[in-house]
C-alpha cells in the first residue's frame, strides 16, 4: 500500500503560469519584443496599430489605471441589476452607448437575481437581503412595463 502511495504522489502535474501580463497589467519580461513585426510595421515615430480581426471593432485605449470596485454581495447586485436595466432599455450600453431592448436576456438577469435571492436566504445581513429585494421589486416592475409596452406598440 504504501507503494502505491509513493507511486501516486511521484505522478504529479506541473503548472505552468503562460499569462502574457502580470497581476499589475504589466507585460512580462519573458514576452516583451515577442510580437513579430511590430517594429516592421511602423515607420520611425509612429505608434504600433493594434492588430485587429476582420469584423472586429479596435480595441479603445484606457486612460490610466484606476482601482476596480471592491468585490462584495452588493457590488455583484448591483452589477447584474446594470445589466437588467441595460437590456431593459433603461440604460445605454456602455460599449455601444445605445439604448437597446433585449426582454428575453432582461428576464434572464432578473431569474438570476431571484435564484441569488432564494439561494442565499437566511445568509444575507439585514442591508444586502433589502436591497436585493428592492432591486428585484423595481427590476421585475420595469419588466412589467416595458412588456407592455412593447407588445402593445
Do not use: C, W
Not at 94 to 119: C, F, S, W, Y
Request: hydrophobic share 30%.
Amino acid at each position: 500500500m504504501a507503494e502505491r502511495d509513493e507511486e501516486q504522489s511521484s505522478r504529479g502535474f506541473k503548472v505552468e503560469d503562460r499569462r502574457r501580463f502580470s497581476a499589475e497589467g504589466e507585460l512580462k519580461p519573458e514576452h516583451q519584443g515577442a510580437e513579430p513585426n511590430a517594429a516592421a510595421q511602423t515607420t520611425a515615430g509612429e505608434q504600433p496599430k493594434p492588430a485587429e480581426a476582420p469584423g472586429q471593432r479596435p480595441l479603445r485605449q484606457a486612460g490610466p489605471r484606476q482601482a476596480a470596485p471592491e468585490i462584495n454581495f452588493t457590488t455583484f447586485v448591483v452589477s447584474l441589476s446594470t445589466q437588467a436595466l441595460m437590456h431593459l432599455g433603461e440604460i445605454p450600453d456602455p460599449v455601444t452607448n445605445e439604448r437597446q431592448r433585449d426582454l428575453p436576456a432582461a428576464q434572464h438577469m432578473i431569474d438570476i437575481l431571484g435564484m441569488l435571492q432564494d439561494k442565499t436566504r437566511g445568509n444575507l445581513d439585514h442591508d444586502e437581503e433589502g436591497l436585493l429585494r428592492s432591486i428585484l421589486f423595481d427590476l421585475r416592475m420595469k419588466y412589467v412595463e416595458t412588456a407592455r409596452h412593447h407588445s402593445g406598440s
